[in-house]
Structure formats: structure tokens, C-alpha cells
């Protein structure tokens, strides 16, 4: 049997994400939100915690880390960027090294600029990416730490991630991220259609995550700023994608 994941909230708006080895009944918690939900979420599955991989520092992701350690033993593993910022690390990471979780074997990837040391991790097998923070589904984290030419070449490296790809990132967010995208461009089909999908979902009270890298490319201005017809409506025609991408960022956050 393949991996097997499990979605959960924390706190207000953060995903808790468990991934699961059958063959070697390895759990690995992506960040640490919060203890209990995640205990919750063991407890509900039977699964046991090995593992926490972390995406970056902040509190949000981090501050159920030392709880969960203490009473699991598990390891964890965390941007070597940003290792000092975070408590209880036994292994940091960053680009191109290998991390797994029992037989399950992922990538890491820097995805630089939500933080200066921001990781993802890809489960080529699994088909499966963990984006923390950099990728929001029709969205994106903000420029906190970096700048934004470095966060549009972090999103390039995930946009470039087979289409089939499915993404588990850091909050829930999709509805109103959805309101703004139409915004910049009100004639997507693709994010329209997302759009009726995501209406659909929270209907339902389901969640709109994990999301699939090939619709959210057609889909996700923040995606889409090498796009000669969105430079163009924001007029910005002829510009380095980068450019376009702070631009989109910037309404965002006035939005
Ligand atoms: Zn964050
Ligand atoms: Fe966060």
C-alpha cells in the first residue's frame, strides 16, 4: 500500500498533516502547529508519530514541536537555514537532500522568501509535495523575509513539479484568496472553475486542500505572473516576471 495522509485544522487557519508509511507504520507530522489536534489525529488513526518534518520557523508551525517530542521520541527535521531558530532539531536539511519516512522517500527543496530558509519537501513516488508557507492554493505566503524575486523563483521550482502533484500547504485559505485572484484576472477559466470547486467544497464543510500542481498553474495569479496577458492587465507588458509577481503580491496585501 501507498502513503496514506490525514488532514486536520489547528489553531484558527493552519493545516496539520500527518503522511503514513503502511509497510513500516512510520507517521510523519508536516509541522507542529499544535499538540493536541495532531495527538487527536493519531489517536483517530491508530498511527504512531516518528517524525516531524518542519517547513520553516515560525511559531504557527513550530510550537507544538516540544510537546509532541517529548511524549513521541520522534525525530525531527528542519531547514538547516533556520535550524537555530527552531527547538528540539536532530537533522536539518536543505536543497537536493533526501529525507525519509520509513520506505517513503522525499526531496527537499529551498523554497526561500515566507522565511530566508523556507523548505518544501516532494515525495516523487507519492506524488506528493509539502509547501509549508510559499504555496497557497490560488495564493501564495507573504514576502517576510525575503524579497520577492527570490520568492517568484521559489514558486517557479514548484510550479515545475509534475502536474499530477498533489500540494499540502501550511493554511486554509483558498476562498479568500479566490476573491482576489478574480480580481487580477476576472476572465480565468481555470480559476473559475476552481472557484466553483472550492464553493462546492466548503459547502460541504470539506476542506479545499490538497490541491493539484497542473490546475493550480492555470489557475494561481501568483503562478501566472510570466504570463504576457496578466503583465499586460496590471500594465506592466514587457516586465521581468518577478516584477509582475511583487506587483500581484503588493494588491494582495492591500487587499
Ligand atoms: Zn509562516
Ligand atoms: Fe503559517
Redesign the pocket.
Known amino acids: 500500500m501507498s502513503a496514506q495522509t490525514k488532514l486536520f485544522l489547528c489553531l484558527k487557519d ?1 493545516f496539520g498533516v500527518l503522511l503514513h508509511d503502511p509497510q513500516n507504520g512510520t507517521t510523519a507530522a508536516i509541522d507542529a ?1 499544535e499538540a493536541a489536534p495532531i495527538e487527536t489525529a493519531l489517536k483517530q488513526t491508530g498511527w504512531r508519530l516518528t517524525d516531524i518534518l518542519v517547513t520553516h520557523h ?1 511559531a ?2 513550530t510550537q507544538g514541536i516540544g510537546e509532541l517530542k517529548q511524549h513521541h521520541k520522534c525525530r525531527v527535521v528542519a531547514p538547516r537555514k533556520e535550524a537555530k531558530r527552531i527547538a528540539h532539531v536532530d537533522e536539518s536539511v536543505g536543497e537536493g537532500d533526501t529525507v525519509r519516512v520509513g520506505a517513503l522517500e522525499g526531496r527537499v527543496i529551498d523554497t526561500p522568501g515566507h522565511t530566508a530558509g523556507h523548505i518544501s519537501y516532494f515525495f516523487p513516488a507519492e506524488k506528493l509535495a509539502f509547501v ?2 510559499t504555496l497557497f492554493s490560488i495564493g501564495c ?1 507573504r514576502v517576510i523575509e525575503g524579497n520577492p524575486e527570490m520568492m517568484w523563483d521559489s514558486l517557479t521550482k514548484l510550479r515545475a513539479l509534475p502536474d499530477d502533484t498533489q500540494f499540502y500547504c ?2 486554509e485559505y483558498t476562498e479568500a484568496n479566490i476573491r482576489f485572484a478574480k480580481t487580477v484576472e476576472p476572465n480565468n477559466k481555470a480559476l473559475a472553475a476552481r472557484a466553483d470547486e472550492v464553493g462546492e467544497l466548503i459547502a460541504a464543510h470539506k476542506f479545499t486542500i490538497p490541491a493539484m500542481i497542473g490546475a493550480e498553474k492555470a489557475a494561481n495569479p501568483f503562478l501566472r505572473a510570466d504570463n504576457a496577458e496578466v503583465a499586460k492587465s496590471l500594465g506592466l507588458a514587457g516586465k521581468p516576471a518577478w516584477q509582475v509577481f511583487a506587483e500581484i503580491r503588493e494588491r494582495k496585501n492591500r487587499s
Do not use: R, T
Open positions: 493552519n502547529p515560525h504557527d508551525h509549508g508557507d505566503g501550511g493554511h
